[in-house]
C-alpha cells in the first residue's frame, strides 16, 4: 500500500481503441527487456525493464502464501513512483523504477521473516514488518530510525501509513491491531475486535477510517482512528476467507470479496451495506479494484478465470466478462487514468485491457514462469511492476500507444 497518486495520466491516458491503435500498442508492450530482472529473490538478482501501475493507500489486497520459499509477492513502490522495494533473503532492496538497476541503500540485518514493507508518503522511509518486529528504516542510509514499534505478541502481518504519514497501523498474529505515532514511536491505541490473527490493515484516503482482515474469524472491521474505536459489527462477506478489498477513491464506501462469488459494499461512515452485492460469475474472488474516479469495480472470478467491471451507481455488469486467462486472476490494478486496467493470474501472465470496451490492449505480457501474485504502476503509467512464484519481479515499460492515421 502506498499514498496518494500523481493524478496526471500520460500515456496511458489515451483510450486503446481502434483496429491500429491497438496494434501499435501492442507492437509497443511486447517485451522490450532492457535487463533480466529475473530472480530478485537469487543472490545475484537481474532487473528486467517492461512496465506500468502504481499502487493505491486506498487498496489491499491478502497475499497468498508462497508456494516456494522467500517472499515473492511483496512489492512496495514509493509515492512519487521513481524507486520500488522488494524482498530477497532477508534483506530489502530497492530498484529504479527508470533502468531497473539498484535506487537506494538495502536495509540489511531485519529480525525475522518479513512479511509486509511500505515507504511512508514523503518517501523518507521504509517501514518493515517481520514475525519479530515492526521498525522503521531510513530509505537513504538504508539504517534503522528509531527503535522498533514494539507490542505485538507473535508475528506482525502487516504494515500500513497513514496518508499523512504521522500514524503507522500494524496487525498480527495476537488478533490485535495497533496505532502508533511515526515520530515518537508510542502506541496510540490497540483495537481489540478480531479473533485470530489479522492479516491486513488499510487506511481510506483520507485517513480517517481504518479497515483490517481477520484471518482467523474471516471478517472485515471498520475503525475509527481518531478514537481507535469500531464503527458498526464484524463484517461478514462470505463462509470462509477474504481474499481482498478496497476503499472507494472517495473513501466513502468499502468492497471486499472472499471464497464465495458475492462481493459486498459498505457505507464506511456507518458500517452498513452500501446497496445490493454483486455477484460475480463463479467464485473466488481473488482480486479487486476500483478505478481513479470510484465509478468502475473491477472483480476477478477464479472459477472462471474472468474479471468483471462493475458500473457502481447501477451496481450492474459493465459489458462482457474479461476473458483470457487460463488461471485464476490474483492481482489487479487500474493505471492512473483508469482507462487501462492490468489483470496478473496463475498462468503466469499479466494481461492489459481497455477497461472502456473491455478488449485486450496488446498481447500478454510474458516471463514468469509460475503464478503471478502482485503488481504496481507507476504515478505516470509508465512502468508496470509484477512479482510471482517464481521468486522472480519483472519491470515492464510501456509506451504511448500509436495514434491511428
Same mark, same amino acid.
Given at each position: 500500500?502506498?499514498? $496518494?497518486?500523481?493524478?496526471?495520466?500520460?500515456?496511458?491516458?489515451?483510450?486503446?481503441?481502434?483496429?491500429?491503435?491497438?496494434? /501499435?500498442?501492442?507492437?509497443?508492450?511486447?517485451?522490450?527487456?532492457?535487463?533480466?530482472?529475473?530472480? #530478485?529473490?537469487? *543472490?545475484?538478482?537481474?532487473?528486467?525493464?517492461?512496465?506500468?501501475?502504481?499502487?493505491?493507500?486506498?487498496?489491499?489486497?491478502?497475499? !497468498?502464501?508462497?508456494?516456494?520459499?522467500?517472499?515473492?509477492?511483496?512489492? *512496495?513502490?514509493?509515492?512519487? /513512483?521513481?524507486?520500488?522495494?522488494?524482498?530477497?533473503?532477508?534483506?530489502?532492496?530497492?530498484?529504479?523504477?527508470?533502468?531497473?538497476?539498484?535506487?537506494?541503500?538495502?536495509?540489511?540485518?531485519?529480525?525475522?521473516?518479513?512479511?509486509?514493507?511500505?515507504?511512508?508518503?514523503?518517501?523518507?522511509?521504509?517501514?518493515?514488518?517481520?514475525?519479530?518486529?515492526?521498525?522503521?528504516?531510513?530509505?537513504?542510509?538504508?539504517?534503522?530510525?528509531?527503535?522498533?514499534?514494539?507490542?505485538?505478541?507473535? %508475528?506482525?502481518?502487516?504494515?500500513?501509513?497513514?496518508?499523512?504519514?504521522?500514524?503507522?497501523?500494524?496487525? /498480527?498474529? +495476537?488478533?490485535?491491531?495497533?496505532?502508533?505515532?511515526?515520530?515518537?514511536?508510542?502506541?496510540?491505541? @490497540?483495537?481489540?475486535?478480531?479473533?485470530?490473527?489479522?492479516?491486513?490493515?488499510?487506511? %481510506?484516503?483520507?485517513?480517517?477510517?481504518?479497515?483490517?482482515?481477520?484471518?482467523? +474469524?474471516?471478517?472485515?472491521?471498520?475503525?475509527?482512528?481518531?478514537?481507535?474505536?469500531?464503527?458498526?459489527?464484524?463484517?461478514?462477506?462470505?463462509?470462509?476467507?477474504?481474499? *481482498?478489498?478496497?476503499? %472507494?477513491?472517495? &473513501?466513502?464506501?468499502?468492497?471486499?470479496?472472499?471464497?464465495? =462469488?458475492?462481493?459486498?459494499?459498505?457505507?464506511?461512515?456507518? &458500517?452498513?451495506?452500501?446497496? $445490493?452485492?454483486?455477484?460475480? %460469475?463463479?467464485?473466488?474472488?481473488?482480486?479487486? @479494484?476500483?478505478?481513479?474516479?470510484? =465509478?468502475?469495480?473491477?472483480?476477478?472470478?477464479?472459477? +472462471?478465470?474472468?474479471?468483471?467491471?462493475?458500473?457502481?451507481?447501477?451496481?450492474?455488469?459493465?459489458?462482457?466478462?474479461?476473458?483470457?486467462?487460463?488461471?485464476?486472476?490474483?492481482?489487479?490494478?487500474?493505471? !492512473?487514468?483508469? =482507462?487501462?486496467?492490468?489483470?496478473?493470474?496463475?498462468?503466469? @501472465?499479466?494481461?492489459?485491457?481497455?477497461?472502456? @470496451?473491455?478488449?485486450?490492449?496488446?498481447?500478454?505480457?510474458?516471463?514468469?514462469?509460475?503464478?503471478?501474485?502482485?503488481?504496481?504502476?507507476?504515478?505516470?503509467? =509508465?512502468?508496470? #511492476?509484477?512479482?510471482?512464484?517464481?521468486?522472480?519481479?519483472?519491470?515492464?515499460?510501456?509506451?504511448?500507444?500509436?495514434?491511428?492515421?
Amino acid at each position: 500500500m502506498t499514498t $496518494k497518486r500523481d493524478r496526471k495520466g500520460t500515456s496511458s491516458d489515451c483510450t486503446v481503441g481502434g483496429r491500429r491503435r491497438r496494434a /501499435g500498442w501492442a507492437a509497443a508492450v511486447a517485451l522490450i527487456g532492457l535487463f533480466a530482472l529475473s530472480a #530478485i529473490t537469487t *543472490a545475484k538478482p537481474a532487473l528486467a525493464v517492461n512496465s506500468e501501475l502504481t499502487q493505491n493507500q486506498a487498496a489491499g489486497a491478502v497475499r !497468498p502464501r508462497a508456494a516456494v520459499p522467500g517472499t515473492s509477492g511483496i512489492i *512496495a513502490l514509493r509515492p512519487d /513512483g521513481k524507486v520500488f522495494a522488494t524482498v530477497s533473503r532477508g534483506t530489502v532492496r530497492q530498484w529504479a523504477t527508470a533502468t531497473g538497476r539498484r535506487g537506494g541503500a538495502p536495509l540489511t540485518g531485519l529480525a525475522g521473516t518479513v512479511n509486509s514493507v511500505v515507504f511512508s508518503p514523503d518517501g523518507g522511509q521504509l517501514a518493515v514488518a517481520t514475525n519479530r518486529e515492526v521498525a522503521l528504516w531510513d530509505a537513504a542510509t538504508g539504517q534503522r530510525s528509531g527503535q522498533p514499534l514494539a507490542g505485538h505478541d507473535g %508475528s506482525v502481518r502487516s504494515v500500513a501509513f497513514s496518508p499523512t504519514g504521522q500514524l503507522v497501523a500494524t496487525s /498480527g498474529d +495476537d488478533g490485535t491491531v495497533r496505532l502508533w505515532n511515526r515520530v515518537t514511536g508510542k502506541l496510540v491505541y @490497540t483495537m481489540n475486535g478480531h479473533t485470530g490473527a489479522v492479516r491486513l490493515v488499510v487506511f %481510506s484516503p483520507n485517513g480517517a477510517r481504518l479497515a483490517t482482515v481477520g484471518a482467523g +474469524d474471516n471478517s472485515v472491521r471498520l475503525w475509527q482512528t481518531s478514537t481507535g474505536q469500531p464503527i458498526g459489527p464484524a463484517l461478514t462477506v462470505n463462509p470462509g476467507p477474504v481474499y *481482498a478489498m478496497s476503499f %472507494s477513491p472517495n &473513501g466513502r464506501l468499502l468492497a471486499a470479496s472472499g471464497a464465495g =462469488k458475492v462481493v459486498r459494499v459498505w457505507n464506511t461512515a456507518t &458500517g452498513r451495506a452500501a446497496g $445490493k452485492p454483486l455477484t460475480s %460469475s463463479a467464485g473466488p474472488v481473488y482480486a479487486l @479494484t476500483f478505478n481513479r474516479g470510484g =465509478k468502475l469495480l473491477a472483480t476477478s472470478s477464479g472459477g +472462471d478465470n474472468t474479471v468483471q467491471l462493475w458500473t457502481m451507481a447501477t451496481r450492474k455488469a459493465a459489458g462482457e466478462p474479461l476473458a483470457g486467462h487460463a488461471g485464476p486472476v490474483r492481482a489487479m490494478r487500474f493505471n !492512473p487514468s483508469g =482507462k487501462v486496467l492490468a489483470t496478473a493470474s496463475d498462468d503466469g @501472465t499479466v494481461r492489459l485491457w481497455n477497461a472502456t @470496451t473491455g478488449a485486450a490492449a496488446g498481447p500478454p505480457l510474458m516471463g514468469h514462469t509460475a503464478p503471478v501474485w502482485a503488481l504496481r504502476i507507476t504515478p505516470d503509467g =509508465k512502468r508496470l #511492476i509484477s512479482a510471482g512464484a517464481d521468486n522472480k519481479v519483472r519491470l515492464w515499460r510501456i509506451p504511448a500507444p500509436t495514434p491511428a492515421a
